[in-house]
């Protein structure tokens, strides 16, 4: 969330006097060198966490073949409160399946379906859109997590030969596009600094190419939309939505889509505010054990070289504190992030010519240093 009065409506009650429970995995490639930076600030922020680390990656499948191990789901929903998360991917691993296995087990598994990622630019000199300011740049895109083609449900036929068919399916139920709809109409009354005096969702769909799937979409959506009178509701094809990312990204507030179409759109919306080395996202379960992630991957071509940029982790910490009803701390995070990116304390991604654990000192010097509280 941004601003002080804001209010995250999806979090986890409160549990007096329990130390709440983090599992941390830091994956492949840049995601532990991330999350190690991130992980620094987690004394000065003062909430006090207990972490525990798993091994699932890449180097942990290929010395063991193992990758969500059998139990963990319910390790991790019933004794944890959120959940760390690098990257996944190496190109070490056949066909992405630990990344399948762990990051999609979790997705599905722990029934995430809320995949909130905040389009929020933090300093204007990160826009490579002419003219655009910090107020314009404010939005959230929900993405459906749970749903459409990443159930894998399809096939293919004569594989491999001139004839090969292969056919994936794109899965949307009445009760999973409601209650993502629905999770866009709490978020969007949420104050978050924007222009806008009546909040605003906006469902993006391609109704005129999919009429039976995302005509599902609009019905869900009209009837949600019916109820929220005090809510300005609009709808966009996709690719107009794309356009308009660019060209008028102060039109939104809460944006909210289908799987496929969020996972496209959100990398755009990574674009609008300097990149993936910035961009946070929670896939989240009102109330329950949510992950969060930094939207980039594991990007191999740079991992090992200290050029990653851990901003991104560090904004998906401040989500995770959010999540566990810890917002002064999450704020507090976003600020200092917000510092470090105003003093052009960053890493060559954004501008500058910091090293990884460069940004990640600078961050915490922020944190601790007298005037932060
Ligand atoms: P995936 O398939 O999971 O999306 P990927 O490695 O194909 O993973 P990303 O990791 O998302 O793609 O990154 C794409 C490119 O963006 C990387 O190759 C890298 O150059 C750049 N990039 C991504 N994350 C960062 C970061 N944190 N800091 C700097 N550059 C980054």
Redesign the pocket.
Known sequence: MTGADSVYPFGLAPVPGRRRRIAVIAGD??GPE?VEQALRVVGPLGVPLEIQHFPWSANHYLQTQETLPKGALIELRDQFDAIFFG?L?DPRVPDGVV?RDVLLGLRFGLDLYINLRPVQLLDEKLCPVKGKSRRDVNFWVLRENTEGPYVQMGGSFKRDTPDEVAISEDLNTRRGVERIIRAAYTLAKVPHGSSHDTPRVCMVDKANALPHAHGLWQRAFREVAAEHRDVQSSHLFVDVAAMEFVRTPERFDAVVTSNLFGDILTDLGAAICG???VAASGNIHPGRCSLFE?V???????AGKG???PL?AFLTLAMLYDHLGEGRAAERLRRAVEHVVLAGQV?R?VGGTLSTAECGDAVLRVLTSPTSN
């Open positions: 490639g840049i991330v990257a991917g990344a990149g993936l080395g930094p980039h991957g594991s990007a191999p071509d740079i050029l990653a940029n991104a890493t991604d």
